[in-house]
DNA sequence: ACCCTAACCAATTCTTGATTGGTTGCGCAA
DNA sequence: TTGCGCAACCAATCAAGAATTGGTTAGGGT
């Protein structure tokens, strides 16, 4: 009777006297075989039963481990932006950014909001497009940085790192400034005064209006200038 | 007198010639050399000029390359994890799994809808809290990978990596297994039915809510049986 | 002084063979 | 027939050494 569940017991056996910890790597299917004195076969049906309880996991070339599998983490910015493409890089602020506005309407000191409208300042008055989106860049970190969690603004820096890498053959040859009456200007006050009047859903619209706009740039750039 | 520049004009004209798109990699300088007819010395001053320029870039065993030096960011899991808490964590959880639900909504393949269905089965069968756990971690995953966007995806798996290492403690312990009316297996199903209708309000508002319910457990671990 | 050449250094990539989980086919016994 | 053991093979992975490549230095010549 012990025949059929005889593989599973002696590899549980095993793992209890050797008192593997988690991420372990234990001996090759065909060692282990005769550590156990059975045959393959019965002991991958027993490395098959502990595999789907999630107690082990095994990967062809690599091996047998104790403990979940590790998921695997992309924190790496060139590998997410060789893969990608600016559709979704523009895709994916929509959706964010405007969740991070609403958060920074929530906990914006008075000091963020001091720091929100010196970036607003220092975008009227670039005097090239470069100098533009560093002031542009830096008041949507400034957002991030007045929803005062850590989290949030990790992930807002990852997309922008992203959103940089993908976009960066875009560069401006443009000579001139920006115009007195860019849309974003507006936008940009809009933003800040909802954050300040502790408006979410306003500075949430606010900034989904505000990169939509930029948005439509982005896919029709003659019609920047209007 | 064309002595001096000789080498980077020849290079210029080079680079002209072939018309190489960014990212390209131009030929050892060894090879160059002979190609131009010029020496490594002078070859290697002119392609110093250009790297200062911002023209191109080079690396020790990798070669040289047309345009810009790619950023070299990663944002570091385990850094953003020692500077947070579950109360963040959770918090970053409510405001972007809606939006990726949302996503989700709209562009899940028949394919994505089987994956969910499969995740709901196996979670309703889960014999343990642990085994419990990985059903539904996989389940929230492919809802990210339903929103068929790769920055998206990338983003949600940083958020899992930070939130896994942030509780990594507080594993449960229990061995009994989730009760039949568990909270989460309504949930779950209510997303996964909004999104095969193609609600996009219904789906966000769905994780919202199986979000906030796994909020209550979390901060208040022994209401969880309710 | 300046430059060419050659050699060397360290970081990276390429190549080759071994390892490992996954699979298939054959033979044997119940 | 059914199931098990055995062996061979497959594809993914790893590991170690050779080859490549940008960066540097020393010697010789003009």
């Given at each position: 009777m012990d025949q059929g569940q005889g593989a599973l017991t002696q590899l549980r056996a095993y793992l209890a006297q050797h008192d593997l910890p988690s991420n372990s790597r234990l001996p090759p299917e065909r060692e282990l075989c005769d550590i156990l004195g059975v045959s393959r076969g019965e002991l991958r049906k027993a490395l098959a039963v502990m595999e789907s309880n999630g107690e082990l996991w095994r990967h062809v070339g690599k091996g047998t481990f104790i403990g979940a599998r590790p998921t695997k983490e992309y924190s790496d910015v060139a590998a997410i932006a060789a893969l990608t493409n600016p559709r979704e890089v523009m895709q994916a602020r929509l959706l964010i950014e405007p969740q991070i506005a609403r958060e920074a309407a929530l906990n914006a000191t008075a000091g963020d909001i001091a720091e929100l409208k010196q970036c607003m300042i220092a975008s009227r008055q670039a005097q090239t497009w470069r100098q533009y989106e560093n002031s542009d860049n830096r008041l949507h970190r400034a957002v991030a940085e007045a929803a005062h969690n850590t989290v949030l603004l990790a992930l807002f820096d990852t997309l922008n790192a992203v959103r940089r890498a993908v976009v960066?053959?875009?560069?401006?040859?443009?000579?001139d400034r920006p115009p007195a009456?860019?849309?974003s200007f507006v936008e940009h006050e809009a933003l800040v005064r909802a954050i300040e009047e502790r408006d979410m859903d306003g500075a949430s619209q606010a900034m989904l209006r505000h990169l939509s706009h930029v948005e439509g740039n982005l896919l029709a750039p003659r019609a920047a200038a209007e």
């Open positions: 960066w053959g875009r560069l401006r040859d443009k000579v009456d860019h849309h």
